[in-house]
């Protein structure tokens, strides 16, 4: 049975008890309420604006608002993205009471990429990689004690993507 002399046995129901139990505790933390998302006061999240297919319609779905462009919104993205799968995105301001930032890519069937919602006295600063369905104009948002300013920038995409 034990094919290993030095090695404790375990039973194959012994094993499988543990990782059931492993597991319903895992369940049990994951579901628990942090007071972050239990937050009864909080806002819904706008997803009806992850469906429009342009750039003025997703911002007023997402803020109500248009933009203005601004030169204190720092836009990193690679000019040619060889893999328009994962294609790495970051934005940071330096604008004052940020409230909120977006990535829109309007060249992907949906506008909308990605929305953050920055907590009062957190740096303005988010990334994440995103899937682009080809070259597109890359847009990012900040939304900055009650208006909302632009930065944009081209990314030549090459293989992959949301359009194979």
């Not at 597991?23 to 604006?49: Q, T």
């Not at 462009?69 to 995105?89: F, R, T, Y």
């Not at 632009?150 to 090459?158: F, G, L, N, P, Q």
Request: charged residues 20%; glycine residues 10%.
């Amino acid at each position: 049975m034990n094919d290993f002399p030095d090695a404790p046995y375990y039973a194959r129901r012994t094993i499988l008890k543990g990782a059931v139990a492993g597991g319903l505790a895992g369940f049990g933390f994951g579901s628990f309420p942090f007071p972050a998302f239990a937050d009864a006061d909080a806002k819904e999240w706008p997803a009806d604006a992850f469906k429009h297919k342009n750039e003025a319609d997703t911002l007023k779905a997402l803020y109500g608002k248009t933009a203005e462009p601004s030169d204190k919104i720092s836009l990193d993205a690679p000019e040619i993205a060889e893999n328009g799968a994962v294609v790495p995105i970051a934005v940071s301001s330096s604008l004052p009471k940020v409230t909120g930032i977006a990535i829109l890519v309007l060249e992907n069937p949906n506008v909308l990429a990605a929305a953050y919602k920055i907590p009062d006295g957190t740096a303005a600063a988010v990334a994440n990689r995103l899937k682009m369905a080809k070259t597109s104009k890359v847009v990012a948002v900040v939304e900055s004690d009650g208006k909302l300013f632009t930065a944009s920038k081209e990314v030549k995409v090459t293989v992959g993507g949301c359009g194979g």
